[in-house]
Structure formats: structure tokens, C-alpha cells
T-cell receptor, first 109, second 114 residues
Framework: KNEVEQSPQNLTAQEGEFITINCSYS?????LHWLQQHPGGGIVSLFM???GKKKHGRLIATINIQEKHSSLHITASHPRDSAVYIC???????????FGKGTKLTVNP | AAGVIQSPRHLIKEKRETATLKCYPI?????VYWYQQGPGQDPQFLIS???????DKGSIPDRFSAQQFSDYHSELNMSSLELGDSALYFC?????????????FGPGTRLTVT
């Protein structure tokens, strides 16, 4: 079974700061998901990536397949970025996903 | 672009009642996954369907059943509801069937059992 570790668990930042959230997994994968979950629950898919880097607005996701590690970066953070960020990977050999415990981000004005 | 649609978004039921949650995948997606996220928990895989057949099963209680219809939408039926069933249930759809690692997530249905 793929084990997913996220760090940090909680992160508090001031508006404008650069944010990095890390995700490590134990079994080789073909794609990794970054998800955002606001209080109240709705899941939003941010990125799905299998190599290199993807950018969407102020969000950047990178993945190193060899090191089994991915990072999610937020540039010029804003209070509306406050949410739980979750990474998820396929459970080795299967398409069902295993989720990390999430990183709770709070951005203060 | 069309996204995964779930209905209802919120549902309140009493113990021992039944509930039906619906998931409408992105057009031309033939695979649907169901996940359950309890309060303060990380999501757990429940069940998946590919081309209207169950393709994988996780920690889904026997009180729950699910199916995928000819238009590829899926329904999760939950009977004899318990307080512990209160959770966010979200589904994801995938475009190419088995062993596709692309999953697109719906916003979820928040079920509260009182």
C-alpha cells in the first residue's frame, strides 16, 4: 500500500508570504494529485501531475518521481488561500487513491 | 469545462433512515470512484465502477450499495444510517477506465445523520 506523508500538518503565514507544502510517498506512481478543501468541505482539484512542474496562477506544483516527492508552492499568499491542502496518489498498482492527512494553511491579513 | 456534479450537496437524515447520493461524471468519463471523509479524517476509498461494473471495493459497509447506470452516473445508496455515517462523500470520475490515474473530483455531498 502506498503511504503518503505531508508536511507540515499546520502552517500559518502572513499575507504575501511564499508557501511550500511537501508530500512524500512510498511506492512509485504515475501521477499525483493536489487537492484543496475549504472549511465546509468541498474538494477542488488543483493539479494532477506525473513529472516536472505545473503552474496555475499563483500555484505551482512540482514532482520528483525518482525521489518520490512533490511540493505545492503558493506565491504571494492571500487569506483566501486558507484551506486544507491534500496530496493523493494511486494505491500501488491500483487506480484508487490514498490521501495524505492534509496541511491546514492559515494566511493572516 | 464541465465538471463532476454531485447531488445533493447537503443532506440531513435521521438514524435508521436511507439516503441516496448521486454523482454525474464528466461527459465521456466511464469510471466513477466514491470516497468517504469523516470529520477530521482523511478520505477513504469506498467503491469504484468502470463501464457500469464494479471495478474495486474498499471499506464500504454492507449497508451501503452503489451502482453505475447506462449514462455513467452513479448512485450510492445508504440504508440503516448510523451517526458514524456522517461524513463528506465525494466522487471522482476518470476518462479512460481501468488503470487511468486521472481523477477529477466532485464537490462532495455532506451527509449529517442525527
Amino acid at each position: 500500500k502506498n503511504e503518503v506523508e505531508q508536511s507540515p500538518q499546520n502552517l500559518t503565514a502572513q499575507e504575501g508570504e511564499f508557501i511550500t507544502i511537501n508530500c512524500s510517498y512510498s511506492v512509485g506512481i504515475s501521477a499525483l494529485h493536489w487537492l484543496q478543501q475549504h472549511p465546509g468541505g468541498g474538494i477542488v482539484s488543483l493539479f494532477m501531475l506525473s513529472s516536472g512542474k505545473k503552474k496555475h496562477g499563483r500555484l505551482i506544483a512540482t514532482i520528483n518521481i525518482q525521489e518520490k516527492h512533490s511540493s505545492l508552492h503558493i506565491t504571494a499568499s492571500h487569506p483566501r488561500d486558507s484551506a486544507v491542502y491534500i496530496c493523493a496518489v494511486p494505491q500501488g498498482g491500483s487506480e484508487k487513491l490514498v490521501f495524505g492527512k492534509g496541511t491546514k494553511l492559515t494566511v493572516n491579513p | 469545462a464541465a465538471g463532476v456534479i454531485q447531488s445533493p450537496r447537503h443532506l440531513i437524515k435521521e438514524k435508521r433512515e436511507t439516503a441516496t447520493l448521486k454523482c454525474y461524471p464528466i461527459p465521456r468519463h466511464d469510471t466513477v470512484y466514491w470516497y468517504q471523509q469523516g470529520p477530521g479524517q482523511d478520505p477513504q476509498f469506498l467503491i469504484s465502477f468502470y463501464e457500469k461494473m464494479q471495478s474495486d471495493k474498499g471499506s464500504i459497509p454492507d449497508r451501503f450499495s452503489a451502482q453505475q447506470f447506462s449514462d455513467y452516473h452513479s448512485e450510492l445508496n445508504m440504508s440503516s444510517l448510523e451517526l458514524g455515517d456522517s461524513a463528506l462523500y465525494f466522487c471522482a470520475s476518470s476518462p479512460t477506465g481501468k488503470l487511468s490515474y486521472e481523477q477529477y473530483f466532485g464537490p462532495g455531498t455532506r451527509l449529517t445523520v442525527t
